[in-house]
């Protein structure tokens, strides 16, 4: 495991490295001093030398860089090294790859003849003096509702891209981070649509590089699936050339689809505002495809999402114009979520998400997570239960004052969860760390919930 500590001056970066090793015992871990090294990162106009550090009686090795995370860190401080190592590896990668990218061009030029840009009329509410008008005209990018999961997807057409000579490549980058500019803040979804890039239109791989670079950690973060729709030889090679620049963690949310059939699993595609050369493409490649039997889906009895509201009402006993489950989530919010800063912001957990349609889909009572953890803290013992009371009461004055003491609710998690709960007879493992913190958070957020009934335990429910 590597661990990766940073401080601003020598002393206290000694400070931070003992404790680091005091605290890696208490849960039965043991640092290796002989396998830590220090980097000393000098200020601008400062002089770089050795600092002297250490950790009980061995002093530290001092080194002049290392990799952490598939990053070079170096002494000087200076990231252009990196991004140059990177582009060189990727620049012999691309050699390596001439032929078959050749092999893809002639092919594309092929195609050429009977691809040409989709024109499109420009949307009704642009503004011929709108700084990007030339660009946004054109509907290369759009923003094409949620997809399954609530996340925002952002389209990007390569078909209505015209002729390179006749788009500004560097403006249309801009509007690129425009448009995604409103959207970053929360999980959001990109689907682009190869079909239609052709030699034509095609942008230079310095163009591709520049782009990349462009588009920071504000960007990348909370995108939580890049969908490439009809991918060729050409892209997934173009990818192979960028693979020493592409983290590994962003190259997992690169999701190839070969047909519109393949991205209808993760958002509806009749609600997107697809090309409809793409989609003329796309029964092309089906034709071609050898048919597959219908899938036959059973509807459940307490079938709740995915049918007619009409359906829905006829097969309800109570004949409800309002579906059952907008009604207690809307409930449950008028309750609980008002106050919640940045409600709707984020979308849900997928795997809860999927817990909660089944349930209703079989009318399984859907547990109100308070209810469930109160039913948890009712098994304590009495001592337990009031002390447990007591000091999360205490916590919760701590956090209202969090504007001064910068102790938030998650703060005060990450410090009392494994002080609160423990294996018996072990040590607790990494992996348990964050499920104890997150439902030590739960209890702060919860406390008038779980504690509601009554300070008296026998009286819970």
């Known amino acids: 495991m590597q661990t990766f500590l940073t401080e601003e001056n020598r002393d206290g970066l000694e400070g931070i490295t003992s404790c680091f090793v005091k605290a890696a015992k208490l849960f039965g871990l043991e640092v290796s001093l002989k396998k830590t090294e220090v980097v000393h990162q000098p200020a601008p106009q400062e002089e770089n030398h050795v600092l002297h550090i250490t950790v009980g009686e061995p002093e ?6 290392f990799i952490y995370l598939g990053c070079t860190i170096s002494s000087d401080a200076k990231t ?3 991004v140059d190592n990177r582009l060189t590896k990727a620049n012999s990668a691309f050699g390596r790859l001439y032929k078959s990218l050749e092999q893809q061009a002639s092919e594309e030029r092929h195609k050429d003849k009977e691809c040409s840009p989709e024109v499109v009329d420009p949307p009704p509410n642009l503004k011929w003096d709108d ?3 030339d660009i946004a005209r054109r509907q290369i990018v759009e923003v094409a509702g949620d997809d399954n999961y609530g996340r925002k997807v952002i389209v990007f057409s390569a078909c209505r891209m015209p002729p390179s000579h006749q788009l500004d490549h560097t403006k249309l980058l801009q509007y690129l981070k425009h448009t995604l500019d409103k959207y970053v803040e929360s999980d959001y979804s990109v689907v682009y649509f190869h079909y239609g890039l ?3 239109n095609k942008p230079s791989f310095t163009w591709l590089i520049e782009a990349y670079k462009e588009f920071d950690r504000k960007y990348k973060k909370n995108i939580k699936a890049l969908y490439i729709v009809h991918p060729t030889r050409f892209i997934k090679a173009l990818l192979i050339v960028f693979k020493p620049i592409i983290s590994m963690k962003f190259g997992r949310k690169i999701l190839y689809m070969n047909h519109l059939g393949e991205l209808e699993q993760f958002l509806k595609c009749e609600r997107m505002v697809i090309p409809a050369c793409v989609k003329k493409f796309d029964d092309t490649i089906r034709a071609a495809q050898k048919p597959l039997p219908p899938v036959q889906t059973k509807q459940l009895p307490h079938q709740q999402f ?5 359906v829905l009402r006829s097969k309800d006993p109570e004949k409800r114009t309002i579906p059952l489950v907008m009604e207690q989530t809307i409930a449950y919010i008028k309750m609980h979520g008002l106050n919640k800063e940045g409600i709707f912001r984020r979308s849900a957990n997928v795997c809860l998400v999927k ?3 089944d349930k209703y889909n079989n009318e399984v009572p859907v547990t109100k997570q308070a209810e469930t953890m109160a039913r948890m803290i009712q098994t304590l013992p009495e001592d337990n239960y009031i002390l447990l009371q007591y000091l999360l ?3 919760l004055l701590v956090a209202d004052n969090s504007e001064l003491n910068k102790m938030t609710l998650s703060n005060l998690a990450l410090v009392f969860g494994p002080t609160l709960m423990w294996a018996e007879n072990a040590a607790i493992s990494l992996s348990a760390i964050n499920p104890i913190n997150h439902f030590a958070q739960l209890l702060l957020e919860k406390y008038n919930e779980i504690f509601s009934a009554t300070c008296d335990k026998t009286l819970l429910p």
């Not at 530290?60 to 860089?65: E, N, P, S, V």
């Not at 995915?306 to 009409?310: C, E, T």
């Open 198 to 200: 052709t030699s034509q």
């Open 355 to 357: 817990e909660v349609l």
């Open 80 to 82: 252009n090294k990196v």
């Open 306 to 310: 995915g049918i007619n509201l009409s």
């Open 60 to 65: 530290l090795k001092t080194i002049h860089q």
């Open 131 to 133: 700084p990007f008008y």
């Open 393 to 395: 009461s205490f916590l």
